[in-house]
Nanobody, 124 residues
Framework: QVHLVESGGGLVEPGGSLRLSCTVS????????IGWFRQAPEKEREGVSC????????YYADFVKGRFTISRDNDKNMIYLEMNSLKPEDTAVYYC?????????????????WGQGTQVTVSS
């Protein structure tokens, strides 16, 4: 059975950092593109970052470029999102997702497997 479970969210002050993790079970992450998405209240889910199964050049949305870093550990079946210089507008529920396709895309509907989400709140 496929499971993706996010962790690492929480409350952080503006300018702070968080590292989100996503534990994957039920399939080998090695052959899957992965992505991080977020959804703020009353807004549509949007792509934050994604990377191909062969660790090619990652995609970052303009609003996180230079601040967020996506990474993967295929041996541990884990996905990560390092978030620095956080802003109040980064407040959202963050989701990890995976899909067996190439190249990866930042479009939520392209992804087959999803976690349940972890809340990130940036506030002073």
């Amino acid at each position: 059975q496929v499971h993706l479970v996010e962790s690492g969210g929480g409350l952080v002050e503006p300018g702070g950092s968080l590292r989100l993790s996503c534990t994957v079970s039920g399939f080998s992450l090695e052959y899957y593109a992965i992505g991080w998405f977020r959804q703020a209240p009353e807004k549509e889910r949007e792509g934050v970052s994604c990377i191909s199964s062969d660790d090619g050049e990652p995609y970052y949305a303009d609003f996180v470029k230079g601040r967020f870093t996506i990474s993967r550990d295929n041996d541990k079946n884990m996905i990560y999102l390092e978030m620095n210089s956080l802003k109040p507008e980064d407040t959202a529920v963050y989701y990890c997702a995976a899909v067996n396709r190439h190249p990866p895309t930042p479009r939520p509907y392209d992804y087959d497997y999803w976690g349940q989400g972890t809340q990130v709140t940036v506030s002073s």
